[in-house]
């Protein structure tokens, strides 16, 4: 098991197009637990494979408060939505940075397990919004690239401001 870096934004790898994976093996449930580690690590509650730089469409996700809740999906897509809410988000590649991005209420999402059985999960609340924002991850979008330009440059500037504070 391994830790693994994640890619800070405004890294350019993050807007990479995560690829299909053709074929669930050892090595893909190998990153799947290095993936989770990491999640637990920081903490979040979601992590999708672009943000080590693994450019497949997987996401581990754990909204559980005990931690024992994890939920993998490969090869996800979103088969309904309905609704719309504005939730708060942050994200592991933007730290110290929260705002609200309106996405749908409610979804319901197909993928493979680790074990590359399909299955279905309606999902709505918090599981639902990290979801969305993972699965955004694996299109190659950071959830603050829904802001204005102002409030984006604002963001850059913030975190400029802090790597220079912390080198
Ligand atoms: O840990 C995370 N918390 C969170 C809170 C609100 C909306 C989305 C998230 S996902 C985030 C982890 C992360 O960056 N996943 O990509
Ligand atoms: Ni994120």
């Not at 799947?32 to 992590?47: N, V």
Request: aromatic share 4%; with cysteine.
């Amino acid at each position: 098991m391994a830790i693994l870096k994640i890619l800070q934004y405004p890294d350019e790898r993050l807007h990479t197009v995560a690829e299909t994976v053709p074929e669930i093996t050892d090595k893909t449930r190998a990153l799947i637990r290095d993936m989770a580690e990491t999640m637990y690590a920081e903490p979040g509650i979601g992590l999708a494979a672009t943000q080590v730089d693994i450019h497949q469409r997987i996401i581990v996700i754990d909204t559980s408060e005990t931690h024992d809740r994890l939920l993998v999906f490969i090869n996800p897509e979103i088969t309904a939505n309905s609704g719309k809410s504005d939730c708060e988000e942050g994200c592991l590649s933007v730290p110290g940075i929260y705002g609200k991005v309106r996405r749908a209420e409610a979804i319901t999402v197909k993928a493979l397990d680790s074990d590359g059985k399909p299955f279905v999960l309606d999902a709505s609340g918090l599981l639902a919004v990290c979801l969305q924002h993972e699965m955004d991850h694996l299109m190659g979008k950071v959830f603050v690239e829904y802001w204005s330009k102002l409030k984006q440059s604002r963001v850059l500037a913030k975190l400029k401001k802090r790597k220079r504070n912390t080198l």
